[in-house]
């Protein structure tokens, strides 16, 4: 017999492979394993090569086979105590269960990227208060999760206002040649000025062309004429990005947009650069650009400081305004072979990134669909007329506002990170908590309670079907509809949405596309 589903007016008017829903939980669990070590790593490749790493950078691995050092160093906000995040085993993955565990029931920053070769002068520390002095701040250390080789691993997630920056020691300078590439996201991109990886300034000024030799990744179209939407892998010189050699649009350049990517950038100094990109989970790279430097910046005039995450003069009186994703890169002394590159790219290939935590990769939208057969139609959102949670019907025919009320934003999980909590795609910073057992959409207050409350275990679905979320701080409850009403409930209890008729199948939800 269904539960009771009593008519309720609202005040407001595929078969997945088994084997992506495994990956999808996988994603969720810190894995506690060890990894195993790279026979080698992008630096070992390029040193082969005559061309070594002079700064390697990296949240998700190690980039030397044989380095077994900290990858990045977190803060967190409950008490400014500081972690250095290590690999799981010499030339391995982050050992992201270390970060899962210091961080959870707060919230951590990312405030420095080790220089993996050793060098202190290239450790990437954060612009603002207590780093280099400049005013951007720390990016949120637990934005995107991922997995690297099957390891769990987290991403340096960068929104506008957030950058990073090292003085450098032994980074090419003058017209010296060298070559960088950096690992970042199709998927996580603005126009705004500007998402760099590379060799910029030491005086965090523009000081004119060639000052700066970073790879640009965005859809910023800096001289205009440009075809297609990007993001598109650009050089940044100071003064301009530009996507081959001159103002005019490259014809040749192409929107990278998977969510792995592969950058490249090489500039010999004096008369040649080339751009690269690729997928960076499979395939070869892409000659984007290779020719002369453009006008006005032969020779070069490279400062030697390091960049990530916006563009040189931004950070001490202009507003950084960049967005982007970096999992790791690497600066090197000389003029790479293009067998180099390559070999380079096969190396970032089969480390095996994934979006293992999909469908809850924090940022991700999505909608959550019913399964019990009264209302499968039915999708849990917020009521604008108060604060309540309920389920109600959602199709292609629904007003723009029932469909972006009935879409979340997954985040990671406000009181413990390896679970989630659900953010309203259209009021920003108001999420699904219970209260007395009732769930309801409520602006963030930052306390330990709200976090607890608005925190939700996902695991398989109680009814074989989707998933259940379990409550952090009530673990014998799960999200349930009753009455058209979302509370949490256990399987049985004092309260009638505890009821067990029906519990599995109430309690079970499919993640579907978001219907905004």
């Known amino acids: 017999m269904p539960s009771l589903h009593l008519f309720r007016p609202l005040r407001r008017g595929l078969v997945v492979p088994l084997v992506a829903v495994l990956l999808a939980f996988t994603g969720l669990i810190a894995f506690s394993g060890t990894s195993h070590a790279a026979s080698q790593g992008p630096c070992d490749i390029y040193a082969a090569g005559g061309t070594p790493c002079v700064a390697a950078h990296s949240t998700t691995r190690a980039l030397f ?4 050092g900290s990858l990045y160093q977190v803060e967190r906000a409950s008490d400014s ?7 799981l085993s010499a030339g391995g993955v982050a050992n992201a269960a270390a970060q899962d565990s210091f961080c959870a029931g707060t919230t951590c920053t990312i405030t420095r990227v080790y220089d993996q070769t050793g060098n202190s002068g290239n450790t990437l520390v954060y612009q603002g208060p207590g780093g280099t002095g400049g005013a951007d701040s720390a990016a949120t250390a637990t934005t995107e999760a991922l997995t690297v080789g099957g390891q769990k691993a987290y991403a340096l997630y960068i929104n506008p206002g957030n950058s990073y920056w090292a003085n450098g020691s032994g980074v090419p300078t003058g017209s010296s040649p060298e070559g960088e590439y950096m690992v970042t996201s199709g998927t996580h991109v603005n126009n705004g000025c500007c998402f760099d990886y590379g060799n910029t ?16 990744f965005g859809t910023s179209c800096w001289f205009g004429g440009c075809s297609g939407t990007g993001p598109w892998v650009q050089a940044d010189l100071e003064d301009g990005l530009f996507p081959g050699g001159s103002t005019a649009w490259n014809t040749n350049q192409v929107s990278e947009t998977s969510h792995f990517v592969t950058a490249m950038l090489k500039n010999n100094g004096t008369t040649q ?8 989970q499979s395939g070869s790279l892409t000659k984007l650009y290779s020719g002369s430097l453009p006008s006005g910046y032969n020779p070069m005039h490279k400062q030697g400081a390091i960049i990530l995450g916006s563009g040189g003069d931004c950070c001490q009186t202009n507003h950084n305004d960049s967005a982007g994703t970096f999992y790791e890169g690497a600066m090197v002394k000389g003029y790479p072979t293009d067998a180099t590159d390559a070999a380079v790219q096969a190396n970032i290939a089969a480390a095996g990134y994934t979006t ?10 999505i909608s959550l669909q019913a399964t019990t057969s009264c209302c499968t139609g039915d999708y849990i959102r917020h009521d604008d007329s108060d604060t309540k949670v309920v389920i109600s019907p959602v199709d292609s025919s629904s007003s723009a506002t029932v469909k972006a009320d009935s879409t979340w934003i997954v985040r990671a999980g406000l009181a413990n990170s390896t679970c989630v909590s ?12 219970h209260s007395n057992f009732q769930l309801y959409l409520n602006a963030n207050d930052n306390t330990s309670l709200f976090a607890q409350d608005a925190t939700f275990c996902p695991q398989t679905g109680q009814n074989g079907q989707g998933y259940s979320f379990q409550s952090v701080n009530y673990p014998d409850k799960y999200l349930r509809h009753f009455n058209y009403t979302v509370y949490t409930a256990s399987d049985g209890g004092s309260n009638t949405w505890d009821s067990t008729t029906s519990w599995a199948d109430d309690t079970s939800w499919l993640t579907a596309s978001p219907w905004s």
């Not at 105590?81 to 690999?87: D, F, K, S």
């Not at 650069?273 to 960076?280: I, K």
């Not at 659900?422 to 908590?433: C, H, I, K, T, V």
């Open 65 to 68: 086979a044989s380095y077994n």
């Open 81 to 87: 105590a500081l972690l250095n995040i290590g690999v």
């Open 201 to 216: 300034e030491t005086d965090h000024k523009a000081d004119g062309n060639g000052a700066m030799d970073a790879i640009n």
């Open 273 to 280: 650069m080339a751009l690269q990109g690729a997928n960076a």
């Open 356 to 365: 293992g935590t999909t469908p809850f990769a924090p940022g991700a939208r």
């Open 422 to 433: 659900f953010e309203s795609a259209n009021d920003p910073g108001q999420y699904l908590r």
